[in-house]
């Protein structure tokens, strides 16, 4: 009995017979994923560029330029390798950088599997933007930062582009699962980093108990209950603990912002991601003074939060209790521009 990848497997031959060109194909691909409602947003942000992601990797060609190819004409098997490429990614709605085993940050490659999740954080891009531009404003010594963390470094992307910035610095990736590690230690490997990146397990900070850091990175679990439920398949994908923060997502964000002060250095900083949760991080913290760094995405997606801030907030690692809660509007945070 065909099963109905099998079936749609032999829809893409007979289209393997009819297209030839590469734009043929990537139009193709469009029509496919849209109309099977495919969801986006692990390196690309809509069907065309999915489409090219894929197409690109399936012929051996570099992740840009397309332009020279879309009017070249593929031979049948190449055409059929594309085809089922496709086929695969609307069948398994998995991620495209699961599929193809590689992601794309900031023009770097990293190995990606199922072990970790798909690197695409803004961290990314405000290590070479926001943070210098911020760091202008408030210099700190020219041997700065001398140790970098990235807490919860998974496949170890951030770790791997935070050592590229800062050469001088050592770097440590420290992460709970050991199955998210033993990728990051594939990465590191392919970087050349084996001397300078360090790859630690353990419960957040106890990976790096009585360490201080000038700089922490963190991309920690934070996508809320309600968010959680609602995830689309391509999401789902991915680990469940790099994923869920709790019901209003900030868990882990809590017991962080807590034990962060014993473990940056008097002129630290903790840089944090908390995607769409600003209105939940800022209901979290309500005394906390932090600034939030602009990315492309979004102006509150990223916050960094200087070790003094921190250690004035002296936030505790659980949630109060209910009805010790401040009102909204009793006590407002106070996030500064950079
Ligand atoms: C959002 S992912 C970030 C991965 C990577 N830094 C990135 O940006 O692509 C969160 C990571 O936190 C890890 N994690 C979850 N709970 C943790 C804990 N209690 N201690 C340390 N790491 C944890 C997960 O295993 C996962 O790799």
């Given at each position: 009995m065909s099963t109905a990848f099998d079936r749609r497997l032999a829809g893409a031959d007979a289209a393997a017979r009819e297209l030839r060109t590469v734009r043929d194909l990537l139009r193709w691909g469009v029509s496919r994923f849209e109309s099977a409602g495919l969801a986006y947003g692990h390196g690309t942000d809509n069907g065309w560029d999915e489409a090219v992601a894929l197409l690109l990797w399936a012929l051996h060609l570099p992740p840009e330029p397309l332009d020279p190819w879309l009017d070249a004409r593929l031979p049948?098997?190449?055409?059929?390798?594309?085809?089922?490429?496709?086929?695969?990614?609307?069948?398994?709605?998995?991620?495209?950088?699961?599929?193809?085993?590689?992601?794309?940050?900031?023009?770097?490659?990293?190995?990606?599997?199922?072990?970790?999740?798909?690197?695409?954080?803004?961290?990314?891009?405000?290590?070479?933007?926001?943070?210098?531009?911020?760091?202008?404003?408030?210099?700190?010594?020219?041997?700065?930062?001398?140790?970098?963390?990235d807490l919860c470094t998974g496949g170890a992307s951030l770790a791997i582009l935070a050592a590229h910035r800062f050469p001088e610095a050592q770097v440590v990736g420290a992460d709970l699962s050991a199955d998210a590690l033993a990728l990051a230690a594939v990465n590191r490997e392919r970087h050349g980093l084996q001397q300078r990146l360090e790859l630690l397990r353990g419960d957040l900070f106890a990976a790096v108990r009585g360490r201080r850091f000038d700089l922490v990175l963190c991309n920690p679990p934070y996508v809320n209950d309600a968010s959680m439920q609602a995830l689309p398949p391509e999401y789902r994908a991915e680990p469940r603990a790099a994923l869920a923060g709790g019901p209003d997502g900030m868990d882990l964000v809590r017991r962080i912002l807590a034990q962060a002060p014993s473990h940056l250095c008097g002129d630290g900083l903790l840089l944090l991601e908390i995607g769409h949760e600003a209105a939940h991080f800022e209901a979290a913290f309500p005394a906390l003074e932090f600034h939030y760094l602009p990315v492309a995405a979004g102006e509150r997606m990223l916050v960094l939060v200087e070790a003094g801030q921190l250690a004035a907030a002296a936030i505790r690692s659980r949630a109060p209790r209910r009805g010790s809660i401040p009102r909204r509007g009793t006590a407002r945070p106070r996030a500064r521009r950079p």
């Open positions: 049948r098997a190449e055409r059929r390798a594309v085809l089922e490429l496709f086929e695969r990614r609307v069948a398994s709605r998995e991620p495209a950088a699961y599929l193809t085993g590689e992601a794309w940050l900031r023009g770097m490659r990293f190995a990606c599997d199922a072990r970790a999740l798909v690197p695409r954080s803004p961290i990314a891009e405000a290590l070479d933007e926001a943070l210098p531009q911020w760091l202008e404003l408030h210099p700190r010594a020219p041997s700065w930062p001398a140790s970098i963390l």
